[in-house]
């Protein structure tokens, strides 16, 4: 698909959890999808080959934690390397966008949104990442207007 009627998966990648939210570049808006487990670092991929093959994204954005100086974390070069590996699996191209303070921003909306104080602390957690994620593709669609410009892809990044 062509230019801003694309459909993008966003990952919020960590060491446990990984965060995944679905989005239109054409509306610029995105959805929390799932939250996937990784074991000893290595994602599910079979869990992320099914939703690519559901969603069939024309391109995937994965969150790239920075400290709050723009400066990197421990965690970047894993997230990096994550974009790399999704690039060299599914052939599709993947673009880094700036996660800073995304997990922040997730936790305050789901506390927003609790109306149930009893709410599982498993659960929030899951939700947090597949927030994280949307947010992620938001901050992506809000520097990359309907289909603008796209950022290098994930293996010139590193």
């Given amino acids: 698909m062509t230019g801003a009627g694309r459909t993008l998966l ?19 808006t995105s959805t929390p999808l799932a939250t996937l487990p990784s074991h000893n670092e290595q994602p599910d991929w079979d869990a992320i080959t099914h939703l690519i093959e559901e969603w ?19 965690m970047t070069e894993s997230a990096r390397r994550f974009a ?5 699996r599914y052939r599709l191209p993947v673009h880094l966008a700036d996660e800073r303070l995304s997990s922040v921003e997730a ?29 992620i593709l938001q901050t992506y669609f809000s520097q990359h207007p309907r289909g603008g410009p796209p950022q290098r892809d994930a293996a010139e990044e590193s």
């Fill in 10 to 28: 966003g990952f919020d990648y960590g060491t446990k959890h990984i965060g995944v939210a679905v989005g239109q570049e054409l509306t610029g």
């Fill in 56 to 74: 069939r994204p024309a391109a995937l954005v994965v969150g790239l934690p920075l400290n709050m100086d723009g400066t990197e974390q421990p």
């Fill in 107 to 135: 936790g305050r909306l789901l506390r927003e949104a609790a109306t149930d104080s009893g709410t599982r602390r498993s659960r929030r957690r899951r939700e947090l990442d597949e927030v994280a994620a949307h947010l």
């Fill in 84 to 88: 790399r590996r999704l690039e060299g």
